[in-house]
């Protein structure tokens, strides 16, 4: 009987990782309403899966309504749920859970501890993930190679190289997972020559790099232009019998497109194809943003068309990654279709398509998404609210974008960064709030930028606010003495007014400091 339930439970365990990995919710609905009516339901092993089935489909809420009919006296719930949230990528959710966990006093095993380092270096909670680490030394878990490379890990991504090389120089018995992870922490801090220093030291220990460690520091010396190392590390790659593979070229590629060298970008393209290797989706999602301009945009149109050729084009990082190109060339209509034709959204598409109507004055467009995204329980991000407070902005929706503002802090948890508060500023002084937009500023916790300033002292030129625009311009100043575009908007203000005593002297000003103003230019493509 018991070999029989055995293979039951296991056969719906199989059928529901199916489900899960086809994102077929209406299907792996119907199979729990059946295991519920035959009783199978509550085995904690399947609401396990469940819970996987429901947080891989985001219906979060689902899942944690499962998680709470489980015994708090099981602890596999808690492994369950925290690492199905770490996974599928609900990182601060698992942060939260694992913060439950402790409030209940339940006893945290080896098992919970990857998954929510995972977490913490995901979100860049640094401070979480050392009160984790201090737990595993407590309770003898340093010994454990998975709790040592999340660790490693973790420290990386939070930008705590030197942490994750001491972590990993205290390892007994040190593996290619964990060299990796500290190999990644150096190409993210841009420490990408240390990292093959250590690659070359490892040797002599008997750790092999494989082809994620090269393509790694591959990844690091293309984002940082150095186009000589990467060369040496495609030669130190076959010199270990090792091919550089469709990733060594995606990374090439990447980091090509993000130091603007398009063209070479597109040249290295057609090399790989030469080299007898296929592109895979991020290959073409990475160079799609090379072709966000008009001027590229046949170049564009000829990438989309060459992903619907292999097959690629229904991926969802190319979709999205589609979705904004046609956005910001300016080709809104061919952006909405394509998202509408999208069965599978992530984060980044809503963000890129409420940027497109916000950006091209959609506004209302955009807020509508936005509240779309709110009702279908989907992930916001701190670009979904730089995204609507922008089309707030621009539509002058005051008293909502400040209800916004509120909600994204204390609804959301997400502490506001630069750009919102930029946001913010330019709401209300366009609305000719001035004085609100100041006091915002001086309540700041975090030092304003040029982007804030920049905010208060164009609403001022608007509204004609002299004595604020001085202070505005003076900050800005200190920020970016050499440029001159702030204090030409702060003479055309002045002139506004009458006040020619200031325009003279400030023009003075800007001649004694040899201040020039940049000319305009337009950029037209030839035949």
Same mark, same amino acid.
């Given at each position: 009987?018991?070999?029989?339930?055995?293979?039951?439970?296991?056969?719906?365990?199989?059928?529901?990782?199916?489900?899960?990995?086809?994102?077929?919710?209406?299907?792996?609905?119907?199979?729990?309403?059946?295991?519920?009516?035959? !009783?199978?339901?509550?085995?904690?092993?399947?609401?396990? &899966?469940?819970?996987?089935?429901?947080?891989?489909?985001?219906?979060?809420?689902?899942?944690?309504?499962?998680?709470? &009919?489980?015994?708090?006296?099981?602890?596999?719930?808690?492994?369950?749920?925290?690492?199905?949230?770490?996974?599928?990528?609900?990182?601060?959710?698992?942060?939260?859970?694992?913060?439950?966990?402790?409030?209940?006093?339940?006893?945290?095993? &080896? @098992?919970?501890?990857?998954?929510?380092?995972?977490?913490?270096?995901?979100?860049?909670?640094?401070?979480?993930?050392?009160?984790?680490?201090?737990?595993?030394?407590?309770?003898?878990?340093?010994?454990?190679?998975?709790?040592?490379?999340?660790?490693?890990?973790? @420290?990386?991504?939070?930008?705590?190289?030197?942490?994750?090389?001491?972590?990993?120089?205290?390892?007994?018995?040190?593996?290619?997972?964990?060299?990796?992870?500290? =190999?990644?922490?150096?190409?993210?801090?841009?420490?990408?020559?240390?990292?093959?220093?250590?690659?070359?030291?490892?040797?002599?220990?008997?750790?092999?790099?494989?082809?994620?460690?090269?393509?790694?520091?591959?990844?690091?010396?293309?984002?940082?232009?150095?186009?000589?190392?990467?060369?040496?590390?495609?030669?130190?790659?076959?010199?270990?019998?090792?091919?550089?593979?469709?990733?060594?070229?995606?990374?090439?590629?990447?980091?090509?497109?993000?130091?603007?060298?398009?063209?070479?970008?597109?040249?290295?393209?057609?090399?790989?194809?030469?080299? !007898? #290797?296929?592109?895979?989706?991020?290959?073409?999602?990475?160079?799609?943003?090379?072709?966000?301009?008009?001027?590229?945009?046949?170049?564009?149109?000829?990438?989309?068309?060459?992903?619907?050729?292999?097959?690629?084009?229904?991926?969802?990082?190319? %979709?999205?990654?589609?979705?904004?190109?046609?956005? /910001?060339?300016?080709?809104?209509?061919?952006?909405?279709?394509?998202?509408? /034709?999208?069965?599978?959204?992530?984060?980044?598409?809503?963000?890129?398509?409420?940027?497109? @109507?916000?950006?091209?004055?959609?506004?209302?467009?955009?807020?509508? #998404?936005? %509240?779309?995204?709110?009702?279908?329980?989907?992930?916001?991000?701190?670009?979904?609210?730089?995204?609507?407070?922008?089309?707030?902005?621009?539509?002058?929706? =005051?008293?909502?974008?400040?209800?916004?503002?509120?909600?994204?802090?204390?609804?959301?948890?997400?502490?506001?960064?630069?750009?919102? @508060?930029?946001?913010?500023?330019?709401?209300?002084?366009?609305?000719?709030?001035?004085?609100?937009?100041?006091?915002?500023?001086?309540?700041?916790?975090?030092?304003?930028?040029?982007?804030?300033?920049?905010?208060?002292?164009?609403?001022?030129?608007?509204?004609?606010?002299?004595?604020?625009?001085? #202070?505005?311009?003076?900050? #800005?100043?200190?920020?970016?003495? !050499?440029?001159?575009?702030?204090?030409?908007?702060?003479?055309?203000?002045?002139?506004?007014? !009458?006040?020619?005593?200031? =325009?003279?002297?400030?023009?003075?000003?800007?001649?004694?400091?040899?201040?020039? /103003?940049?000319?305009?230019?337009?950029?037209?493509?030839?035949?």
């Amino acid at each position: 009987m018991h070999r029989l339930l055995q293979s039951s439970t296991d056969a719906y365990a199989n059928l529901l990782e199916i489900y899960a990995r086809d994102r077929a919710l209406k299907s792996g609905k119907l199979l729990h309403a059946q295991l519920i009516i035959n !009783g199978l339901a509550h085995l904690t092993y399947l609401a396990s &899966k469940f819970i996987t089935f429901y947080t891989g489909c985001g219906q979060i809420s689902d899942a944690r309504k499962l998680f709470d &009919k489980i015994p708090k006296t099981n602890v596999h719930r808690w492994i369950s749920i925290i690492g199905a949230y770490s996974r599928r990528g609900y990182y601060q959710e698992a942060i939260n859970v694992f913060s439950e966990m402790q409030a209940e006093g339940s006893e945290v095993n &080896k @098992y919970v501890i990857p998954s929510i380092l995972k977490a913490c270096g995901h979100v860049l909670d640094e401070e979480t993930g050392k009160k984790i680490h201090c737990l595993c030394l407590k309770k003898y878990f340093e010994s454990d190679a998975f709790v040592i490379s999340s660790l490693i890990d973790m @420290y990386s991504k939070c930008g705590q190289v030197e942490k994750a090389k001491k972590v990993f120089d205290g390892m007994f018995e040190k593996d290619l997972v964990a060299l990796n992870a500290v =190999v990644s922490g150096y190409a993210q801090k841009g420490l990408v020559e240390e990292g093959l220093r250590l690659v070359e030291d490892m040797k002599f220990m008997g750790v092999k790099p494989d082809v994620v460690t090269w393509n790694t520091l591959i990844a690091g010396f293309s984002k940082k232009g150095e186009y000589l190392l990467v060369s040496k590390v495609f030669e130190l790659m076959l010199a270990y019998g090792i091919e550089p593979d469709v990733v060594s070229w995606t990374s090439v590629i990447s980091g090509l497109v993000q130091n603007f060298r398009y063209g070479e970008a597109f040249d290295t393209f057609t090399k790989m194809m030469k080299q !007898g #290797l296929y592109p895979s989706s991020a290959t073409i999602s990475s160079l799609l943003p090379a072709c966000m301009s008009a001027v590229h945009l046949k170049c564009g149109k000829e990438v989309h068309g060459y992903a619907v050729v292999i097959g690629v084009v229904d991926d969802i990082f190319v %979709k999205s990654a589609l979705v904004d190109m046609y956005a /910001k060339c300016g080709f809104i209509s061919e952006a909405r279709t394509l998202f509408y /034709k999208m069965s599978e959204k992530s984060t980044v598409t809503w963000n890129s398509m409420i940027f497109a @109507y916000a950006n091209h004055g959609y506004c209302e467009e955009a807020i509508q #998404l936005y %509240k779309q995204m709110e009702e279908e329980g989907k992930k916001l991000d701190h670009l979904t609210f730089t995204a609507v407070l922008t089309a707030c902005t621009h539509a002058g929706l =005051v008293e909502l974008g400040n209800s916004i503002f509120n909600s994204m802090q204390e609804k959301y948890k997400i502490t506001p960064r630069l750009e919102h @508060y930029a946001c913010l500023v330019d709401l209300l002084g366009r609305a000719g709030k001035l004085d609100e937009a100041y006091d915002v500023i001086k309540t700041m916790p975090i030092e304003p930028d040029l982007f804030v300033w920049g905010a208060l002292l164009g609403a001022c030129r608007t509204h004609g606010n002299i004595e604020l625009a001085e #202070l505005a311009a003076k900050h #800005l100043r200190e920020l970016e003495p !050499g440029i001159t575009g702030n204090n030409l908007l702060l003479a055309n203000l002045y002139a506004d007014a !009458g006040s020619w005593g200031n =325009v003279a002297r400030l023009k003075k000003m800007m001649k004694k400091r040899k201040l020039r /103003k940049f000319l305009g230019c337009s950029w037209i493509e030839g035949s």
